[in-house]
């Protein structure tokens, strides 16, 4: 028998056998990304030995008809393609299907067998990965029903449980904090992955890298140096089909509360004092903790909401937000939201940074733009009006690389200033394409590590800054006048106002 405190090696890292049960197995996330990022890390030998795969859901289907869909979905999902037989039938060789609704007892008893007899074979620990990918309503029965069936106590051969909780995480500050208790009355912190795929991006994770592991950056990282800063997550989809979910939550809840405000937090961030989860996730929660907090002068002047009306995407017309199909009549839901944030802090007083997030946006790319202060004196005043500033970006995606904007002279007698670009390009430099943000995430929940899974304290400091703005919103009701930006466009006028009054010039063009 295996000894059950010998981890099991197998040839790149220390892994133990693993288990993971996707709860909300026949929707869309399970289907593009979760079983194909599973089968990526297949492909590049990654996952643990005797990884099997339990998908939970409410319709019926048997085993091997539900392993056939998985196939397909792979097959047109997977960034790996053609599918690769060999394996493909390794991997899928431990796959079950139960089914059941969440609050039934009889299909957790079921669940409790197949891991039962599972751990019974591995003869030593199992881990099990509980992933919630269900609507979120469900969230708090699943945890109570597997707490009851006992499956997140540690197993008798010693293997740990933890759950994965996809977004949205709350709708507001309070369900948010409802949702954590609940949780913590079925599990302990250390237990709960509260997933936001923007921090499995490579890119993203690169930005600690890049920030920490160089000497050259840190010490220009403050407001002695940085003008400021722009955060652009911008989409050139619509709602797509999700207009049910979309126009209940908007902009503000799917996207900058989570993903806008995580990116803030990694540019803004003190050095932790080591790269560990609760190191990492202590900074950010100070970055949260830091953000002014926003005065009634800033919801009306700082922020700004707008919907997309009709207009045209790539070459091709599309119709407005309200023309949509399952978009409520006359809804105000924002597609689109920008605002000014400060940073009370010592590194970061005076330094405005801008974010923006919007659907239906002229290109689908996401950026971080740090503005540098010009020089203290105008040397070349008499030969050139202005000097461009220094902007070292990140693109987070789609086109992953850094660059660095600065002056030189070109070529000849007379003195000119032009802005050039040093760059650096994922693709050029390491001739591979980055994983899917989603094969990270899972494999650092199989493997126990929380540094890029969000913790209790942060989502809530998260939902607590953006509160006034959600309840200001509420407070101007239905008859709230919203502004429109055509559909393709770079978003609303009200948008690039607001950076010229912060900034003194326009957004920077992506
Ligand atoms: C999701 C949002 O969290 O992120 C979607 O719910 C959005 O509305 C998506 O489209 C964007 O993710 P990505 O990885 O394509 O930038």
Same mark, same amino acid.
């Given at each position: $028998?295996?000894?059950?405190?010998?981890?099991?090696?197998?040839?790149?890292?220390?892994?133990?056998?693993?288990?993971?049960?996707?709860?909300?197995?026949?929707?869309?996330?399970?289907?593009?990304?979760?079983?194909?990022?599973?089968?990526?890390?297949?492909?590049?030998?990654?996952?643990?030995?005797?990884?099997?795969?339990?998908?939970?859901?409410?319709?019926?289907?048997?085993?091997?008809?539900?392993?056939?869909? *998985?196939?397909?979905?792979?097959?047109?999902?997977?960034?790996?393609?053609?599918?690769?037989?060999?394996?493909?039938?390794?991997?899928?060789?431990?796959?079950?299907?139960?089914?059941?609704?969440?609050?039934?007892?009889?299909?957790?008893?079921?669940?409790?067998?197949?891991?039962?007899?599972?751990?019974?074979?591995?003869?030593?620990?199992?881990?099990?990965?509980?992933?919630?990918?269900?609507?979120?309503?469900?969230?708090?029965?699943?945890?109570?029903?597997?707490?009851?069936?006992?499956?997140?106590?540690?197993?008798?051969?010693?293997?740990?449980?933890?759950?994965?909780?996809?977004?949205?995480?709350?709708?507001? *500050?309070?369900?948010?904090?409802?949702?954590?208790?609940?949780?913590?009355?079925?599990?302990?912190?250390?237990?709960?992955?509260?997933?936001?795929?923007?921090?499995?991006?490579?890119?993203?994770?690169?930005?600690?890298?890049?920030?920490?592991?160089?000497?050259?950056?840190?010490?220009?990282?403050?407001?002695?140096?940085?003008?400021?800063?722009?955060?652009?997550?911008?989409?050139?989809?619509?709602?797509?089909?999700?207009?049910?979910?979309?126009?209940?939550? =908007?902009?503000?809840?799917?996207?900058?509360?989570?993903?806008?405000?995580?990116?803030?937090?990694?540019?803004?961030?003190?050095?932790?004092?080591?790269?560990?989860?609760?190191?990492?996730?202590?900074?950010?929660?100070?970055?949260?903790?830091?953000?002014?907090?926003?005065?009634?002068?800033? *919801?009306?002047?700082?922020?700004?909401?707008?919907?997309?009306?009709?207009?045209?995407?790539?070459?091709?017309?599309?119709? =407005?937000?309200?023309?949509?199909?399952?978009?409520?009549?006359?809804?105000?839901?924002?597609?689109?939201?920008? $605002?000014?944030?400060?940073?009370?802090?010592?590194?970061?007083?005076?330094?405005?940074?801008?974010?923006?997030?919007?659907?239906?946006?002229?290109?689908?790319?996401?950026?971080?733009?740090?503005?540098?202060?010009?020089?203290?004196?105008?040397?070349?005043?008499?030969?050139?009006?202005?000097?461009?500033?220094?902007?070292?970006?990140?693109?987070?995606?789609?086109?992953?690389?850094?660059?660095?904007?600065?002056?030189?002279?070109?070529?000849?007698?007379?003195?000119?200033?032009?802005?050039?670009?040093?760059?650096?390009?994922?693709?050029?430099?390491?001739?591979?394409?980055?994983?899917?943000?989603?094969?990270?995430?899972?494999?650092?929940?199989?493997?126990?590590?929380?540094?890029?899974?969000?913790?209790?304290?942060?989502?809530?400091?998260?939902?607590?800054?953006?509160?006034?703005?959600?309840?200001?919103?509420?407070?101007?009701?239905?008859?709230?006048?919203?502004?429109?930006?055509?559909?393709?466009?770079? =978003?609303?006028?009200?948008?690039?106002?607001?950076?010229?009054?912060?900034? =003194?010039?326009?957004?920077?063009?992506?």
């Amino acid at each position: $028998m295996h000894n059950p405190f010998e981890p099991v090696r197998d040839g790149r890292t220390l892994h133990t056998p693993c288990v993971a049960i996707i709860f909300g197995a026949t929707g869309d996330l399970t289907k593009r990304k979760l079983v194909p990022a599973l089968y990526n890390l297949a492909v590049d030998g990654l996952l643990p030995p005797r990884f099997s795969l339990i998908s939970f859901a409410r319709r019926d289907y048997s085993s091997d008809a539900f392993r056939e869909e *998985l196939r397909l979905s792979v097959s047109s999902f997977s960034r790996r393609k053609p599918l690769r037989d060999d394996v493909w039938e390794e991997f899928s060789s431990r796959f079950h299907y139960c089914q059941g609704n969440f609050d039934e007892d009889r299909a957790f008893v079921r669940l409790s067998e197949i891991i039962k007899q599972m751990e019974d074979e591995v003869g030593g620990p199992l881990n099990r990965i509980f992933y919630f990918a269900t609507a979120p309503e469900f969230f708090e029965i699943i945890a109570r029903k597997l707490s009851e069936h006992k499956l997140l106590s540690a197993s008798p051969y010693g293997g740990e449980a933890r759950v994965v909780v996809e977004k949205p995480f709350g709708h507001d *500050l309070d369900s948010a904090r409802a949702l954590n208790i609940s949780l913590l009355q079925c599990m302990e912190e250390r237990q709960i992955f509260r997933i936001d795929h923007y921090l499995g991006k490579e890119t993203v994770q690169n930005l600690l890298i890049f920030r920490f592991a160089n000497g050259i950056f840190e010490p220009i990282w403050n407001h002695k140096y940085i003008h400021h800063i722009e955060i652009s997550v911008c989409e050139s989809l619509g709602v797509e089909g999700r207009a049910g979910f979309f126009d209940q939550a =908007g902009v503000l809840r799917d996207i900058v509360q989570n993903h806008v405000l995580q990116l803030l937090c990694l540019v803004a961030l003190e050095p932790p004092v080591a790269f560990e989860a609760d190191a990492v996730r202590d900074e950010k929660v100070k970055v949260l903790r830091s953000l002014r907090p926003l005065s009634n002068e800033c *919801l009306s002047r700082k922020v700004v909401r707008a919907q997309y009306g009709t207009g045209s995407v790539a070459g091709k017309t599309v119709p =407005g937000y309200l023309q949509e199909p399952g978009v409520g009549a006359g809804s105000t839901t924002e597609t689109f939201f920008a $605002m000014q944030v400060a940073i009370d802090n010592w590194r970061w007083a005076g330094v405005p940074i801008f974010i923006r997030a919007g659907k239906r946006l002229a290109k689908r790319v996401t950026d971080i733009s740090i503005f540098f202060r010009q020089v203290p004196f105008g040397l070349f005043s008499n030969h050139v009006e202005q000097v461009a500033e220094n902007v070292l970006s990140f693109q987070i995606q789609p086109d992953e690389g850094i660059a660095l904007k600065f002056v030189a002279k070109p070529p000849g007698s007379r003195v000119r200033i032009q802005p050039v670009n040093m760059e650096f390009s994922y693709g050029s430099s390491f001739g591979v394409e980055p994983p899917d943000a989603y094969e990270r995430l899972l494999l650092d929940a199989m493997k126990g590590d929380a540094t890029l899974f969000t913790r209790k304290d942060e989502i809530e400091a998260a939902w607590s800054y953006v509160s006034p703005i959600i309840n200001s919103w509420r407070e101007q009701g239905a008859g709230a006048v919203v502004p429109s930006y055509d559909a393709g466009s770079w =978003g609303p006028y009200e948008a690039e106002h607001l950076l010229f009054e912060g900034a =003194g010039k326009g957004w920077r063009r992506l």
